[in-house]
């Protein structure tokens, strides 16, 4: 979608290595998510914002932390990437009238 | 806590059919309900958001109804088509906020030409 971009679009990183996921929107809506998707266990929220500097945890949020500085860009960062975390993570946001717009994913390898 | 089920898991029919794919969810307050489509390797894109003070959306071929006493909507896809081969996944309101969608495990769609 238009209103909104991730990067980078896929990654291969080593095991222990921190790693930095970013999201950016230009809807200038004010909730952002992150998500992990995984055959089996279909879409994860992972951490997601209700503004400026305003985050919370979701499901699955052990080894992941979020920064969100700016209100158009959420950062999804993992401080020591395991193989576990292997997987494909999509932003989204969200206006209660429109509902939830996905970016197009990241597919993040750790090898 | 919110759970969704999407039946059936696959499905796979001649083009030119009409199809409901159906989706259960446990928790019935709900404010809304939304349907997507994902193309393989790629994003989730929104066909109908269904608002909880409405009983169906349309759009072109699909149609979607939601029935929030019994916890359950369906998506009508009319006259099938091979580009309509797809996953289509239901997701609800996870709580009473904004805290992200519950989605189900969603039913992949093969449709033969």
């Known amino acids: 979608d238009a209103g909104i971009t991730q990067s980078p679009r896929h990654k291969v990183t080593e095991t222990g290595t921190p790693v930095t996921l970013r999201c950016h929107q230009t809807?200038?809506?004010?909730?952002m998510y992150w998500y992990r998707q995984d055959p089996g266990h279909g879409l994860r929220l992972i951490h997601y914002?209700?503004?400026?500097?305003?985050?919370d945890k979701g499901e699955v949020s052990d080894g992941y932390s979020v920064s969100r500085s700016k209100t158009e860009d959420f950062l999804l960062t993992l401080e020591s990437a395991t193989s576990s975390q292997t997987s494909v993570y999509f932003c989204?946001?969200?206006?209660?009238?429109?509902?939830?717009?996905f970016g197009s994913g990241t597919r993040l390898t750790v090898v | 806590k919110q759970e969704v089920t999407q039946i059936p898991a696959a499905l796979s029919v001649p083009e030119g059919e009409n199809l409901v794919l159906n989706c259960s969810f446990t928790?019935?307050?709900?404010?809304?309900l939304q349907w997507f489509r994902q193309d393989p390797g790629k994003g989730l894109t929104s066909l109908l958001l269904?608002?909880?003070?409405?009983r169906e959306q349309t759009s072109g071929r699909l149609n979607a109804s939601l029935d929030k006493s019994s916890g359950r909507s369906t998506l009508y896809i009319a006259a099938s088509q091979p580009g309509d081969s797809a996953t289509y996944l239901c997701?609800?309101?996870?709580?009473?906020?904004?805290?992200?969608?519950?989605f189900g495990k969603g039913t992949h769609l093969i449709i033969q030409p």
């Open positions: 989204a946001i969200s206006e209660s009238l429109k509902g939830y717009t």
């Open positions: 809807e200038n809506h004010r909730y």
């Open positions: 914002s209700y503004g400026v500097k305003d985050t």
């Open positions: 928790d019935s307050a709900i404010y809304n």
């Open positions: 269904i608002q909880s003070s409405q």
């Open positions: 997701a609800v309101p996870s709580g009473g906020g904004a805290d992200g969608l519950t």
